[in-house]
Each structure stands twice: as C-alpha cells, then as structure tokens.
C-alpha cells in the first residue's frame, strides 16, 4: 500500500530540519552538503568522505546528497553554473561565496563526480547522448554566434544539418530544430524537390527560394537544410504506341539539353528515352 505523498514529504521536511540541527554530519565518499554561515549569510559545499562538525554559527541546509555522475555518452544540462578559472577551480568573490554565471547554460559530459554549488540547478538531468543513424540527419539551428571546435564560425540564425551516421554532441548554442530522414528513390522514380530559400544543392548547383527540380539517381537521398521533398514521382512508361505530350510552364533546358521556353509544346517518344516527366512540364 502506497503512502500519502503529502505524509512523506512532511517526514522529509522533519529529517531535513532534524539533520540542520545535528552538531555532526556524517558525510559519505561521493555525497555533498551545503552550510549555511549565518553571520556572513554565504552558503558552501563541504564534499565527503568526511565527519563534518557543524559550528554554532552554521546550519546544514541541504543533507548528504549523492553527487552528480556523468556515465560515457551521457551528458547533463546545468543552469546558473559556477565560473571557474583557468586551472578549474571554481572562483569566489570577496565574500568567499562561489561565483555563478546567472541565467548561462552548461553542458556537462562524462567526468568525475561533481555537486551542485548552491544556485547551481539541473536544467535537464542525466541523458543518453543522441546517436544520428545511416541515412538520417539532424537539422540544427545556432540560438547565438559561436565558433565550433573545427573553428567554423557561426551566427544566431544560422540552419545546418548532421548528416550520420555519428554521436552528436550538443552545444548551449543551438537547438535541434528535428530529425531529417533520407527519402528512397527506386528504380524508374524521382523525386521532387523545392527551395525552402535561396540555397546550394547537393550537386553545387544554386538554387531560389521556391524552384523546383528532380532528383532521379537511385538510392537514399537525404534532403538539405532548405529543401523539402514534395512528391516522389513514378516514370511513365513509353511504347511504340504510345507517347507523352508535354507543355514548358517555364523556360527551362530539358534532360537531353534542348531549351524549352514557356508554352512549348512537344512529344516524348520511346525513342527519345523512359524516364519521369520535367518538374516544369505537365
């Protein structure tokens, strides 16, 4: 039979208050307290193993609590973390409390065990880092201007993707806006394509913002950052008796290099080749 939730909390409000009164606290390896100096108004961290002797002046505002551990490809998310220096080690101001970056994001990969400095909070608790599969990508926007390992430099706005396979490392920097999956073109298909924004194809070639083109080579295709698949197109199959009439709703130059203006009509025959119909003709 389950407690009341509202009992075990009061019981733990009563152990809390119970262990700020104790004159000695019994801190295990790898726990952590944090004191409260009542004349200075500054609250520490006293980590174990240790039997910590509270003084008069002090009261144990938070009881042994286990420290953080960050398994191998896991990582945590912390708010307000401590400044440190460049050896690492945190930095105080001139009343000895320790010094935060108020409103800052940190990111913790596996290290060793670690508290949390009073002010310190867990934004996101212990996660397994994300894994990008074959064929799949992370579409990924920069939140502020940034310069990666790879000293690649970024601004706030900035839209890229993480193609896979990998293990993507976050970043405070950038959000991931979703998960992008390779569409599969078959045998005597296409698929078609459209320019989110002006952008470069996987081919080099430019492209606006709204243009429209074909991608006919069989196998996966993952879509760039700015473009959107907008149907997988089936080839028609052509015979002796029978033949595709077309019309250019725009000026454009065809798969066989013949410029076609807008209004143009003509026959694709067999002879001509099998293949999916132009974006541009209807």
Request: proline share 6%.
């Amino acid at each position: 039979v389950h407690g009341d939730p509202r009992s075990y909390t009061k019981q733990l409000h009563c152990l809390e208050d119970k262990m700020a009164n104790e004159s000695i606290i019994r801190i295990p390896p790898y726990y952590y307290i944090h004191v409260l100096d009542q004349n200075s108004n500054v609250t520490r961290v006293e980590i174990g193993p240790k039997t910590y002797i509270r003084q008069d002046n002090e009261r144990i505002i938070l009881a042994p609590k286990k420290m953080m551990m960050v398994p191998p490809r896991h990582y945590c998310i912390i708010l307000n973390p401590v400044v440190r220096g460049a050896n690492g080690a945190v930095q105080l101001d001139a009343l000895g409390q320790v010094r935060l970056a108020h409103a800052d994001l940190e990111i913790r990969m596996a290290q060793d065990p670690f508290p949390l400095y009073p002010g310190e909070e867990l934004k996101e608790d212990i996660t397994p880092l994300q894994i990008v599969l074959a064929n799949t990508a992370l579409h990924l926007k920069a939140l502020l201007d940034f310069e990666d390992d790879e000293a690649d430099k970024y601004v706030a706005g900035d839209e890229w993707l993480f193609e896979g396979p990998g293990t993507y490392i976050p970043r405070k920097e950038v959000e991931i806006v979703e998960t992008i999956l390779a569409t599969i073109i078959r045998p005597n298909q296409a698929i078609k394509l459209q320019a989110q924004k002006e952008c470069e194809d996987r081919e080099g070639d430019k492209r606006v913002a709204g243009e429209q083109w074909m991608v006919k080579k069989v196998g996966a295709y993952l879509p760039g950052v700015f473009e959107e698949v907008v149907d997988i197109v089936d080839a028609i199959i052509l015979t002796e008796k029978k033949a595709l009439h077309l019309r250019a709703t725009k000026t454009f130059r065809d798969s066989q290099g013949v410029v076609r203006k807008t209004g143009e009509e003509w026959l694709v025959t067999m002879v001509d080749t099998l293949q999916a119909p132009e974006k541009i003709a209807r």
